[in-house]
């Protein structure tokens, strides 16, 4: 079984910055992809990026060139870090171990999430 435990929400104005991390625990998920999500209040969750285990990425239309993905395998954790922010970007943030993919159907392990808030 895997854990993850996702941390870095919070509130920010637009055109801010958080990192979000995503911390693993009972097994390696270096041999995982992994990827984030979002989920805004009243919407179906969304695919936000993901990293391969061997560092290839994929990014959502609505984040390319302000969201940057990435993971250290040797601490077993992810990080999603998020320039530019804007209103719209608000939801509680998800992070996911699993096959490579867009959809939520993908990935078997999920995080509790964490809230970000950007304001205006």
């Known amino acids: 079984q895997v854990q993850l435990v996702e941390s870095g929400g919070g509130l920010v104005q637009a055109g801010g910055s958080l990192r979000l991390s995503c911390a693993a625990s009972?097994?390696?998920?270096?041999?995982?992809?992994m990827g984030w999500f979002r989920q805004a209040p009243g919407k179906e969750r969304e695919f936000v990026a993901v990293i391969s285990w061997s560092g290839r990425t994929y990014y959502a239309d609505s984040v390319k060139g302000r969201f940057t993905i990435s993971r250290d395998n040797a601490k077993n954790t992810g990080y999603l870090q998020m320039n530019s922010l804007k209103v719209e970007d608000t939801a509680v943030y998800y992070c996911?171990?699993?096959?490579?993919?867009?959809?939520?159907?993908?990935?078997?392990?999920w995080g509790q999430g964490t809230q970000v808030t950007v304001s205006s």
């Open positions: 996911a171990c699993g096959r490579w993919g867009t959809t939520v159907d993908e990935y078997s392990y």
């Open positions: 009972g097994r390696t998920v270096s041999g995982y992809h």
